[in-house]
């Protein structure tokens, strides 16, 4: 037996979609973490478990999930993504084979537009979990640690993802914060020649090495962007470090 997961909060706009793809699955879930908007009222509606808890971080949700799953099986869907039929046919034959989790490739729309290269597909995700086996490690960029087999299916994973370049900066701001504080706190120095080539080793990496180049002015305009990305981690890990010797100084 499996149980879809979505973990929620706030999705109106995407949530009645990401249900109607579910509607193969035995049991269907609905983790919130406080939605305002009418996600509670889409999710029952729909027929879906409804269960809330305030967030933590992203591991802390997803594992407090886990437990509250009774089935077997379960698989995390975010609500901007959706289950093609093909690959609903695919996870439910996978149920009766002996690994304990299964990675999904992911074609991601990004600006609108199918991204096959630069990096984001296959875009595999570890999302089909054996619940017994799982457990969810790191709290933004969360980890499964899986105690058996992995195998992995072929059909595509849909996600609807950034649709704005404003949008897409605003989280890569979130996720480079993120990285810097990782690094201040393994000991990195902020090097000033990383400025310069940590960037350009992204971009070559993302545009060439990715084959970005095959998305035209799209993976050009990815392929910047991420350059900037490590522009900007490298940045907010310069100013912590003075931030820190200028308070250490007083």
Known sequence: ???????????????????????????VMVFDSGST???????RAAGAQVLQRPFDDYSGQRNAALAAAQTEWVLFVDADE????????????????????????????????????????????????????ARYENPVHEVVMLGGAEGHLHNPLLHLNYETVPEFIARQKYYAAYAAGKM?????????????????????????????????????????????FEFEKYRLLRNTQFSTHNGHSR
Not at 4 to 23: M, W
Not at 37 to 43: E, P, V
Not at 101 to 128: E, S
């Open 184 to 228: 201040r706190a393994e000991g990195v120095l902020p090097q000033p020649h990383k400025f310069i080539t940590q960037p350009v080793r992204q971009f070559w990496w993302r545009f060439v090495s990715l084959q970005g180049w095959r998305d035209g002015l799209h993976g050009l305009r990815l392929s910047a962007l991420m350059a900037w």
């Open 82 to 133: 959706r289950v093609p039929p093909e690959l609903a046919q695919e996870m439910t034959s996978a149920l009766a084979r002996p690994e304990a989790g299964w990675w999904i490739p992911r074609h991601n729309y990004i600006f609108g537009k199918l991204t096959r290269h630069a990096g984001w597909y296959p875009d595999y995700q570890l999302r089909l979990l054996r619940r017994a086996k």
């Open 1 to 27: 037996m499996l149980t879809a997961i979505v973990l929620t909060r706030n999705e109106e706009k995407h949530l009645p979609d990401c249900l109607a793809s579910l509607r193969w699955a035995p049991q």
């Open 37 to 43: 908007d009418g996600t509670l009222a889409i999710a």
